[in-house]
Nanobody, 116 residues
Framework: VQLVESGGGLVQAGGSLRLSCAAS????????MGWYRQAPGKQRELVAA???????NYADSVKGRFTISRDNVKNTVYLQMNSLKPEDTAVYYC???????????WGQGTQVTVSS
């Protein structure tokens, strides 16, 4: 499975962006799909995740502002980001885990920059 992110860019504080992660294969067997981010000089952190059953998990810093969703027909995962803050600036990576060996897959990342 290959993951390709899109939708990043430059936005003013308070604005919105929607990230998309398109998988080359079926995501039906992926147990968990999620978004991570890494800001300069910081560790990569989980932003949001969604299980195959539809359960979601969010970092406290984005709760109420970000929404993750998955479309198993389109093999795509989305991250709707509202009320963006400068501290949301980072490279956002799509992640998937699943298959027989519980393999982890990563996208190449997409830059999100929020100006104040």
């Amino acid at each position: 499975v290959q993951l390709v992110e899109s939708g990043g860019g430059l936005v003013q504080a308070g604005g919105s962006l929607r990230l998309s992660c398109a998988a080359s294969g079926s995501i039906f067997s992926m147990n968990v799909m999620g978004w991570y981010r890494q800001a300069p000089g910081k560790q990569r952190e989980l932003v949001a995740a969604v299980t195959s059953g539809g359960s979601t998990n969010y970092a406290d810093s984005v709760k109420g502002r970000f929404t993750i969703s998955r479309d198993n027909v389109k093999n795509t995962v989305y991250l709707q980001m509202n009320s963006l803050k400068p501290e949301d600036t980072a490279v956002y990576y799509c992640h998937a885990e699943g298959g027989y060996y519980s393999t982890h897959y990563w996208g190449q990342g997409t830059q999100v920059t929020v100006s104040s």
